[in-house]
């Protein structure tokens, strides 16, 4: 009998409980808030689901898991799960709204600790991925005002990226820039969690309302296919 795994892997998301051979037929909005019955019966726009031997990225294999929401260019070989296409459609008709602006398309939030890190990376994945990102450490000249110029790329941008790691999560508590960028970011249906190197249930205790949002992880894919699925998501 299928054992389920989330006692040792955790199903915080929806790759994560589609890979765990005892619940693999069920869909979760890997927030952990809510969990979704037949996803081809949502209001959201309708998604394809590819042949068995699709290549691409994958949150899962086999059984219809892996999926090409609509708005995937012709020839994309990037594939989300159900709850991942759930989560993200409307960030996508956000993104859909401002395709005619001059605004950059992603703003990334993120922990000072993590500007040579984990931040530059998946700034780096996404900016070779032909993504516009604002980037403190780009974008900020020297003797410019920090939050001001924060404010501007807030102001600027479609939607903002929250790489949410254990350094984010201790500078949370303590209320400085990287907690008033979530602030402004939360205020609408423009933001994407990155779960990198940490849980949902970390983020939970820390920061219910982020950790209530859906978003993309690195538990189960790389940081690679995660910048692939942004590029994906805020191409117009």
């Avoid at 037949?38 to 294999?61: H, K, L, M, N, V």
Wanted: hydrophobic share 35%.
């Amino acid at each position: 009998m299928a054992r389920c795994t989330a006692p040792a892997r955790g199903h915080r998301t929806a790759s994560g409980a589609a890979a765990c051979p005892a619940c693999g037929g069920r869909s979760r909005f890997y927030g952990g808030y809510s969990s979704y019955g037949d996803f081809g019966s949502s209001s959201y726009p309708s998604y394809t689901s590819p042949g068995s031997g699709g290549g691409g990225r994958s949150g899962g294999s086999g059984g219809g898991r892996s999926v090409k929401p609509r708005w995937s260019q012709t020839g994309s070989t990037v594939l989300y799960t159900p709850a991942e296409v759930r989560a993200l459609t409307p960030v996508r008709e956000n993104v859909e709204k401002q395709a005619t602006l001059d605004l950059r398309d992603v703003f990334l939030c993120h922990a000072w600790d993590d500007r040579q890190g984990a931040a530059k990376e998946l700034h780096d994945l996404l900016v070779a991925s032909g993504v516009k990102v604002w980037f403190s450490e780009k974008d900020v000249g020297l003797g410019v005002p920090l939050l001001r110029a924060i404010d501007k790329g807030l102001a600027n941008s479609r939607i903002g990226l929250v790489l949410v790691t254990p350094a984010l999560l201790r500078r949370l508590p303590k209320e400085g820039i990287a907690d008033k960028e979530l602030s402004a970011l939360l205020a609408g249906e423009r933001l994407v969690p990155i779960v990198h190197d940490t849980t949902y249930e970390a983020l939970r205790e820390i920061s219910p309302l982020l950790a209530s949002r859906s978003g993309l992880s690195t538990i189960e894919e790389s940081m690679t296919d995660v910048a692939a699925k942004i590029a994906d998501l805020v191409t117009v």
